[in-house]
């Protein structure tokens, strides 16, 4: 999967870019290990809510609404 290199204009493009980074840091040796059995990371959760994050910061989409910092204070 490569996103092609231009301006994110949508969802899907934002869907895009999260899998592709998280599925590169899940396959680096340092970093996998810390998501997966460090945090236990739920990926099936997890990807959909860091879309919404990302959608609405950059497209103002409101899909996501809550802190990102209080759940990783824990």
């Known amino acids: 999967m490569s996103i092609d290199k231009h301006d994110i204009q949508s969802t899907h493009d934002v869907?895009?870019?999260v899998g592709q980074f998280?599925?590169?840091i899940r396959q680096d040796?340092?970093?996998g290990p810390?998501?997966?059995?460090?945090a236990q990371?739920?990926?099936e959760h997890?990807?959909?809510r860091l879309v919404g994050f990302w959608s609405?910061?950059?497209l103002g989409s409101d899909q996501y609404r809550g802190n990102p910092v209080l759940p990783h204070l824990a």
């Open 22 to 24: 998280y599925g590169k």
């Open 34 to 38: 810390v998501f997966d059995v460090v």
């Open 46 to 48: 997890h990807i959909p």
């Open 41 to 43: 990371v739920d990926w």
């Open 29 to 31: 040796v340092m970093l």
């Open 56 to 58: 609405t910061v950059l």
């Open 15 to 17: 869907e895009e870019l």
